[in-house]
């Protein structure tokens, strides 16, 4: 994810810290109202622990992994924590809709339909095509592509900033050319998460970097240094496995795969210059959604210059009777009205997983406000986190627990934050040290929970109305269960930040080192 609020104001220039309420989330101050719960604080949790265990059951146990589905399960948990709160629901309601107006869930939804258009774009244009064709004069077989497609979509996802981006496109086009060359569907999915963790994690542009530093007193640069060995050292591990497990599991026979592997084309690999200008464009400061713009400014113009696509492959507009204006280039008729194109199935596409966003994202307000996050911080705060030792594993274990329940990665970044800081400053732990903590699960396991956000963004891409499934068949449509265990560098990512806990590893303490001034950019 990528772009924070402008213009807030820094934890130097600012008088005090800032909690990350300038993000999306707040913390549940005196500001807004308080809900009271039968049975407490914690049973403000219901919404959210419901929500996991119908993933749970849907996913895991039966084995459907249906974004709609999941809606269903957080609109039904939702209802269910209304019947537990005392008096007047009405606060309950409005805490409802103050969740889903939160910035953090509109970053998310922004990114998604952005990059979906654009994704969606190159693929028409031939990109995949391209890239089989590259694969082939590269001899990157099937077993290699896995390894190979982490490390591009950790480069991309670094470069952008934004590691859902970075996820839908490479679920859009170098997922299917894997797949098409021989590569394992599962272990190819699991391999683009991965990059996007480590592009989440390590991009100074990320939201997670960006509020792990600010939410600590911490400057983004020295905290972008401080975490490179920390990714690195999880990182080499990854794509060893990935390239041991590439040859090991087999891929899927697919229909028509000679056929459409026959059909690659060198003129796709055009369309690198079109991520290219997203990436330039990103990396040069510009709002993601204008560097996204002008690559699919830049791939529209590609598939007419070079003939990669028509006019009506990006957008048509189908009638049932001919008219004055059939005879255009955007215009078909057709036996059904209706809109079409790479532009608007790109969009469209994300549909189910925005309004799944926003539900999650307003159980969890209901928890801040219920006083669930609060206890939850308050007991691990007094009663687990007595040494330094177990502080920092505290902090590890404490931030995956909450990205277990809030599955888009910023916003659980958001409500641990200011527990973060409180434990931290406890025992003197440096702002770096906090911020990295912080910062790694919720980049990690944002990206392998098959609930999490960054799974379901690859998922939807294989699901959509027009989908690699409807396109290529159901091979391409891989359960989000599946990939759990193979998301290779977000597990090395939080075991590495188990044992740095245990044995002291990077650990630095206040006085060791001064933050320079806390930036945004």
């Not at 599962?186 to 991009?203: K, M, R, Y």
């Not at 991520?275 to 996204?292: L, Y």
């Not at 690859?458 to 159901?474: F, H, K, N, S």
């Not at 044992?499 to 001064?514: L, S």
Request: hydrophobic share 55%; with cysteine; proline share 3%.
């Amino acid at each position: 994810m990528t772009e924070t609020a402008d213009g807030a104001p820094s934890a130097t220039d600012g008088g005090g810290q800032p909690d990350g309420g300038e993000f999306g989330i707040d913390d549940g101050g005196d500001d807004g109202p308080r809900i009271e719960f039968r049975g407490g604080k914690w049973a403000s949790t219901v919404p959210l622990v419901f929500f996991i265990g119908w993933a749970i059951l849907q996913s895991g146990v039966l084995g459907i992994g249906d974004t709609n589905g999941l809606v269903v399960g957080a609109l039904i948990g939702t209802t269910l924590g209304m019947f537990l709160v005392r008096g007047d629901w009405k606060a309950y309601a409005d805490t409802i809709f103050e969740g889903m107006t939160q910035r953090v869930a509109a970053t998310a939804i922004v990114a998604w339909l952005w990059a979906g258009m654009f994704a969606e774009t190159l693929q028409v244009g031939g990109f995949v095509e391209g890239l089989i064709f590259a694969a082939d004069a590269l001899a990157i077989g099937a077993a290699s592509f896995p390894a190979a497609a982490f490390v591009l979509c950790g480069l991309l996802a670094t470069g952008i900033g934004t590691g859902y981006g970075a996820t839908v496109a490479f679920v859009t086009l170098f997922f299917p050319a894997g797949v098409l060359i021989g590569a394992n569907p599962v272990l190819l999915f699991a391999a683009i998460l991965s990059g996007a963790v480590f592009g989440d994690n390590l991009a100074p542009v990320s939201d997670t970097t960006i509020v792990s530093a600010v939410t600590q007193d911490a400057d983004i640069g020295g905290v972008v240094a401080s975490r490179f060995k920390y990714a690195i050292t999880a990182a080499v591990p990854a794509f060893a496995a990935y390239l041991i497990a590439g040859s090991i599991m087999s891929g899927v026979e697919l229909e028509g795969a000679v056929a459409l592997r026959e059909s690659a084309n060198a003129l796709g690999l055009v369309h690198l210059l079109s991520m290219g200008v997203v990436i330039v464009t990103a990396v040069a400061g510009r709002h993601i959604v204008e560097a996204i713009s002008w690559g699919l400014v830049v791939a529209v113009v590609f598939n007419l210059l070079f003939g990669l696509a028509s006019a009506s492959d990006i957008v048509v507009f189908t009638v049932t009777e001919a008219g004055s204006l059939s005879g255009l280039p955007v215009v078909e008729v057709g036996e059904t009205a209706g809109v079409g194109g790479s532009l608007y199935s790109g969009a469209v596409g994300f549909f189910p997983l925005i309004v799944l966003t926003l539900l999650i994202v307003a159980m969890a307000q209901i928890m801040i406000r219920g006083g669930g996050f609060e206890a939850i911080q308050t007991f691990l705060l007094n009663r687990v986190a007595t040494t330094v030792r177990r502080a920092e594993l505290t902090m590890v274990l404490g931030t995956a627990a909450v990205n277990g329940m809030i599955t888009i990665n910023t916003a659980a970044e958001i409500a641990i934050a200011p527990y973060i800081a409180r434990i931290g400053e406890k025992f003197n732990i440096n702002g770096y040290r906090r911020a990295n903590i912080l910062d790694a699960n919720t980049s990690a396991l944002g990206y392998i929970f098959p609930w999490a956000g960054g799974v379901l963004v690859g998922y939807q891409v294989m699901v959509g109305p027009d989908g690699l499934g409807a396109e290529y068949g159901p091979e391409m449509v891989v359960n989000p269960i599946e990939v759990v265990p193979f998301v290779f560098h977000g597990w090395f990512l939080v075991a590495v930040f188990l044992i740095a806990a245990v044995t002291g590893f990077g650990r630095e303490y206040i006085p060791d080192r001064t933050s320079e001034e806390v930036s945004r950019a």
